[in-house]
Nanobody
């Protein structure tokens, strides 16, 4: 069983920065793509960013490009989401997720992922 634990959320003013972390239990972290999703109140969960198993390919939703950076440290079983120039519309619960198939390319759909963390709240005040 894989467990994912996010941390790093909090309250920040618009224009500020936060760095989210997600630590995965178990072995074989390095052969799976990892992703970040978010869910704002009253809205569906949406894709934010994803990273290939070796970290050489990253994908983002358009609204966070050039503001957010996803990265990973396979030696620490950890994936990160650096969030800069935060906006009130970034307010949401952020979830990390593990790709559902080993060696698969990172995807944008929730069904591309099988294990999910419990989420961490990010609140951006205006």
């Amino acid at each position: 069983q894989v467990q994912l634990v996010e941390s790093g959320g909090g309250l920040v003013q618009a224009g500020g920065s936060l760095r989210l972390s997600c630590v995965a239990s178990g072995r074989s972290f390095s052969i799976y793509a990892m992703g970040w999703f978010r869910q704002a109140p009253g809205k569906e969960r949406e894709f934010v960013a994803a990273i290939r198993r070796r970290g050489d390919i990253t994908i983002y939703t358009d609204s966070v490009k050039e503001r957010f950076t996803i990265s990973r440290d396979n030696a620490k079983n950890t994936v990160y989401l650096q969030m800069n120039s935060l906006k009130p519309e970034d307010t949401a619960v952020y979830y990390c997720a593990r790709g559902s198939a080993p060696f698969a390319e990172p995807g944008r759909r929730q069904l591309d992922y099988d294990y999910w963390g419990q989420g961490t709240q990010v609140t951006v005040s205006s």
